[in-house]
């Protein structure tokens, strides 16, 4: 039976991994084959280029492999969806972009399979509090603010 000897988590941009580094000394290090990774992963991930994947390695003690390619972090598709390089250096003071919350849920319903919570309210909230510390207001088109607000007990 094969047991895990390391899980590894990497960013790579889709259709775009070589054994140079961080791939290469991470799977190298373990003793997997680093090209098989490679091509594997590129041909999975051909189609989005222009994506960086959080991808999870699991390596197994006969020097196997198997991964799994996760959807881009919240901040990513926030970057994408306003077109924007960085988030603010000062967020609670330099506001660099609004949102709309409907496009908030939409994110939420498009992340929720990666997320560690339950509802969509509560994915909503998580997405609020990435969305606060780039330096992004939120539009509430008269919806309340504190429904996506967690309650304290």
Avoid: R
Avoid at 140 to 148: D, H, T, V
């Amino acid at each position: 039976m094969k047991t895990i000897l390391k899980i590894i988590k990497l960013n790579i941009q889709g259709g775009q991994a070589n054994p140079s580094a961080p791939i290469g000394p991470s799977l190298g290090a373990v003793g997997v084959n680093i090209m098989d990774f490679c091509n594997k992963f590129n041909k999975i991930t051909k189609v989005k280029t222009n994506e960086i994947l959080p991808v999870i390695i699991n390596v197994y003690n006969d020097k196997s492999f198997d991964f799994k390619i996760k959807k881009e972090s919240i901040k990513t598709k926030i970057f994408y969806f306003l077109n924007i390089k960085k988030g603010s250096n000062e967020p609670n003071k330099k506001k660099i972009g609004n949102i709309n919350i409907e496009d908030v849920k939409n994110i939420a319903k498009y992340k929720m399979s990666d997320l560690n919570c339950f509802k969509t309210s509560s994915a909503i909230s998580m997405i609020i509090g990435t969305l606060k510390t780039i330096g992004i207001n939120i539009i509430y088109n008269n919806e309340k603010k504190n429904k996506y607000k967690k309650k304290k007990n």
